[in-house]
């Protein structure tokens, strides 16, 4: 590796080591998207579990391909993430004081968990629920059939915004380590932050009344864990200032 007399690395080695970064990542992700197809059906049976047996149908020849494809990139993405952060924190790390690395893991590893949290918590208690909300409305003159298409999307945006959403304690307290949040602005806003939380969801949420009113109480809870964490945070804050 070459630095300058400053111990700085290059702008050209910067930009070598980059493109390095993100073909090894490029990859794995396609060589993990690859895999995810082979065992796309698996993938799928998983995906369609919440279904309990009703089938999904496609529309047009290359409609289930495309939603195989489709399916098993983003099954991809998720078996190649570790080796991604990997090469994003190998690329980043040397950049950083001990301090920064500190902080930069523990918040990398509070987004895993709360994402993973956030998607764990929809699949197994709210997408259920709003899947038999929705097919309560069958009859024997109405006969609920999905294209796999738009399910597979559907599946997809609904985890992936729990995911999102599921950030907030963590984001609430990254603001508050560096000061730009304190517990009192929190409570003092309860109100406009639930305005907030409406249109995030509204937003981020599929195009339903129930996708959007079933994000609303996570919200609204995850709100009240982020006002605890930057009182803790206020506190460990507060000790150290006093300890100096």
Known sequence: MVTNK?????????????RLRLVISAGALLVASGI?????????????????????????????????????LFSGLVVSLPVIL?????????GLTRAEKKFFLVVLFGIIVLFSAG?????????PFTIRFFLQFADARLDPQFTVTEYISFV?????AFGAVFQLPLFTWALGKIG??????LRRHRKIALLVMLVIS???????????????LPLVLLYEMGIIMVLI??????????EH
């Open 202 to 216: 509204a937003i981020i949420t599929p195009p339903d009344i129930i996708s959007q009113v079933v994000m609303i």
């Open 36 to 72: 995810c197809f082979a065992y796309i059906d698996h993938i799928r049976a998983i995906f369609t579990l919440p279904l309990e047996g009703q089938k999904l149908i496609y529309l047009s020849p290359p409609e289930a391909f495309m939603a195989n494809f489709k399916l098993s």
């Open 233 to 242: 945070s206020e506190r460990k804050r507060l000790k150290a200032q006093e």
């Open 180 to 185: 730009l949040l304190s517990t009192a602005f």
């Open 86 to 94: 990997h090469q994003l924190s190998a690329y980043i790390f040397p």
């Open 156 to 160: 997809i945006s609904f985890h992936l």
């Open 119 to 127: 998607v764990v918590f929809a699949y197994q208690v709210v997408f």
């Open 6 to 18: 400053d111990g700085t690395m290059p702008v050209l080695e910067h930009l070598s080591e980059l």
